[in-house]
């Protein structure tokens, strides 16, 4: 049974289509590709009792612990202060649930599968493989193999190699930006695109933001992503796509390289001047000469710290996205880019594991009858466990050292946080005293506003006139609350800086201070002296602050002993990262998402292939090639992958689509007896691995998965890209590397490959 749905024939009846089941199977693909492409939240309306109950539940079974500071309604359920200020009394509450390209395609295959639209056959084929693509070695072999990479980028290496790059550029612009491009393609050529956007993408953030005539850092991100997807291209191994087209067309892996080495290698060739004098020809962006500020023979003899390692910088990180710092938080980033942490053993050993696997895969691969007989996840897989096993033994042996690491950093967070919250005390402290002293001049005086002559509304943020935001700190109202001094300073403080919320007084005593004022507003900022009156009312508030503040302090003690599920496993994740920083920072960074939205495409486009849709576009394929011959086959395949990448579910869907669209279209020559010609098949094979691997910098982030983690990544270090900047400054490149590669490629083609019919 498990062989005959493992080959399941490809049905060339276009009749199907009409019946109702394939026409909402078509509805429900289109909308999954519009909702991956376009994510959202759904607002679910659920009882308020309800969800108290849960809550309540919880706390009882222990598996969540009471919320600090959270007040409790009328049925004694915990709940969010801003919550209950929007909907205070209301009956509902609202669950935003995610749309996106986990839960869309799951969803429409339990949809499919509800109105039996689609039944085992085409789970299995999606899950198991049908037609020699195998959806379940694909995915363990990339995920093992992604261990090994992302342990070697965890080591260090990648950012130190990117350092003595930056060294050797020295202070040249072009140069620099020449050396870096050729690094991160030889590097992503061998452990794929991801590891570069890891590692290489936060890299190019720091430098940037430490050099001081880069103004905008978009030629130096935009073309390390690009150059990471065009060196993905050149192995199998190194990105999933590749895996599912060369299981689908039964390629060596040696042949697939051959193929396609020669195409990408222009590529990066060609691509390089267009972007350096055409596309990002301007002095703010690659300057002549780049200044960088100088790192202190302090900060240079300082022994670099493993950064996976939790608080391993100590109060290093706040202060870098404080923006009243200024000049500090630069040279935090100088310092993490020119006196970068290796762990020399990891780096080593990881690279030498990466270098007997991918050749173990090549050599087994080219000695096999068949590119399926044996499943690559079999050398995958027992060497990413001797690399699990070295993470562990090694992080195990130095678990003193790392631990001590740890519980110094967060001593020193601590002690920071302590040092900010005594800041706050005293300017709250001043501000009343200031306040009380000028209290008898109220009667005789006119009542005036209190001016603040600095202008925060340009702080916290910079706008690059391309749409690139960067925000050196955070947000605004709390670059406010750092910086008012004297009687300005309000005591209600933004309540997005948890630090600075805790340090406010407790809602108790603000409420015995303002009992005659109208209660204050989260974004208001009045002045002490239009809600204080008395003179007596200084002492007092300090006494009840004090006074709260141990009563709350005891509460949260005796709260924090009864331990819960989720405190728990908070510990037990923190003993991990102290323990074992590397292994447990590489299984963080694993793409555990690419598998169940893989397996859900899968199956959504093995529905198209058993109710009629890709022979419908099969056939619609082969009137185009009739027509237009090799050269139509190379453009034409080129334009529909780079097309569908935005449109059918990332590189992965379109890949998935395309290969079965193939893979139909040589039936129906089967069927007619007229054989495609070698040369015309592969041109169509070989212009889709070049379509799916560039077509990750195209116009959309959800092209690839590779571009939701480099804009996330981005967004964490404070630059962010708007949608219709990304595929504005892509658009450009896509073309000309397209043209490029799919001009190299008819060259190799009409040289390489005879007119002779296609044989498997």
């Known amino acids: 049974m498990a062989e005959n749905l493992g080959d399941i024939d490809i049905d060339l009846n276009t009749d199907i289509i009409r019946e109702w089941h394939s026409i909402v199977t078509l509805i429900a693909f289109v909308l999954t590709n519009i909702i991956v492409l376009f994510p959202f939240h759904i607002p679910i309306p659920f009882p308020r009792s309800f969800k108290n109950g849960i809550l309540n539940g919880l706390c009882k079974l222990r598996v969540i612990g009471p919320r600090e500071g959270r007040p409790q309604n009328e049925s004694g359920a915990i709940t969010v202060p801003g919550e ?258 290796l762990d020399k053993g990891g780096a080593g050993f990881g690279a030498l594991i990466m270098a007997a696997t991918l050749i173990t895969l090549l050599a087994l691969n080219a000695a096999s009858q068949t590119s399926n007989e044996h499943p690559v996840f079999y050398v995958t897989l027992p060497a990413a466990f001797v690399m699990f096993c070295w993470d562990i033994a090694f992080g195990w042996l130095h678990r003193k050292e790392t631990r001590k690491i740890a519980r110094d950093g967060r001593r020193e967070v601590e002690r920071a946080r302590a040092e900010r919250q005594a800041r706050l005390e005293e300017m709250e402290r001043a501000a009343l005293n200031e306040n009380r002293e000028s209290e008898p001049l109220s009667d005789t005086a006119p009542n005036q506003p209190p001016t603040d002559s600095t202008d925060h509304t340009t702080q916290g943020r910079s706008n690059d006139d391309n749409g690139i935001d960067i925000h050196p700190g955070l947000p605004n109202a709390n670059m406010e609350n750092e910086n008012r001094t004297g009687p300005t300073a309000d005591v209600t403080a933004s309540s997005n800086d948890n630090e600075i919320q805790d340090a406010r007084p407790s809602t108790s005593a603000k409420s015995t201070l303002y009992e005659k004022q109208e209660p204050a507003r989260e974004d208001s900022f009045k002045p002490l002296d239009t809600v204080v009156g008395g003179t007596n009312c200084g002492a007092s508030f300090e006494r009840q602050v004090d006074a709260e503040k141990q009563s709350h302090c005891s509460v949260t003690v005796h709260e924090r002993k009864k331990a819960t599920l989720v405190s728990l496993l908070a510990d037990s994740y923190r003993w991990s990262q102290e323990t074992f920083p590397t292994a447990t920072a590489v299984a963080g960074h694993l793409p555990y998402a690419l598998v169940p939205f893989a397996f859900s495409m899968f199956v959504l486009v ?151 019919p296609y044989e498997k």
């Not at 619609?620 to 449109?647: A, P, R, Y």
Request: with cysteine; proline share 4%; hydrophobic share 50%.
């Open 606 to 756: 093995q529905a198209l292939v058993t109710k009629g849709w890709v022979p419908v576009f099969a056939y619609g394929w082969d009137h185009w090639v009739e027509k237009t011959g090799t050269v139509g086959s190379i453009g034409g395949m080129g334009f529909l992958s780079v097309l569908l990448c935005n449109f059918a579910g990332t590189n992965i869907g379109t890949t998935i689509l395309l290969s079965r669209v193939i893979q139909a279209w040589q039936k129906i020559h089967e069927a007619n007896g007229i054989p495609i010609s070698d040369r015309t098949f592969w041109a169509a094979v070989y212009s889709m691995a070049l379509g799916v691997n560039y077509g990750a910098f195209s116009t959309a982030f959800s092209a690839s998965l590779a571009g939701l983690l480099w804009r996330d990544i981005l967004a964490r270090k404070h630059i962010h890209v708007k949608r219709a900047d990304f595929a504005r400054v892509n658009l450009p490149i896509i073309t000309i590397a397209m043209v490029v590669g799919c001009t190299v490629l008819i060259g190799e083609v009409y040289i390489m490959r005879p007119t002779t």
């Open 84 to 341: 209950e200020q929007q909907d205070e009394g209301g009956y509902w509450v609202k669950l935003r649930f995610p749309m996106n390209f986990i839960t869309a395609p799951l969803i429409a295959d339990l949809f499919l599968l509800a109105i039996q639209a689609i039944g085992r056959a085409e789970v299995y084929g999606g899950t198991i493989g049908a037609n020699n693509i195998s959806p379940i070695d694909i995915m363990a072999f990339f995920i093992t193999l992604a261990y090994i990479a992302i342990s070697i980028d965890a080591s260090g290496l990648i950012r130190y190699l990117a350092f003595k790059v930056l060294q050797k550029g020295g202070r040249y612009g072009h140069r620099l930006f020449f050396y870096l491009y050729a690094f991160f393609f030889s590097l992503g050529t061998f452990i794929g695109n991801d590891p570069i956007i890891l590692s290489g993408t936060a890299f190019l953030a720091y430098m940037t933001r430490v050099s001081s005539n880069i103004v905008h850092p978009r030629a130096w991100i935009f073309a390390q992503f690009a150059v990471a997807n065009i060196a993905s291209a050149i192995l199998v191994s190194s990105n999933p796509t590749n895996l599912v087209l060369a299981g689908a067309f039964d390629i060596r892996f040696i042949y697939y390289t051959a193929n396609m080495i020669v195409p990408v290698v222009v590529t990066a060739i060609v691509l390089f001047p267009f972007l350096l004098y055409i596309v990002f020809a301007d002095e703010s962006l690659i300057p002549l000469s780049i200044q960088m500020h100088e790192l202190s023979e302090e900060a240079r003899a300082r022994t670099p710290v493993n950064p996976n390692i939790p608080n391993a910088r100590g109060n290093a990180e706040e202060e870098e996205n404080d923006p009243a710092n200024g000049e500090q938080a630069q040279l935090l980033s100088l310092e993490e880019i020119m006196n970068p942490f």
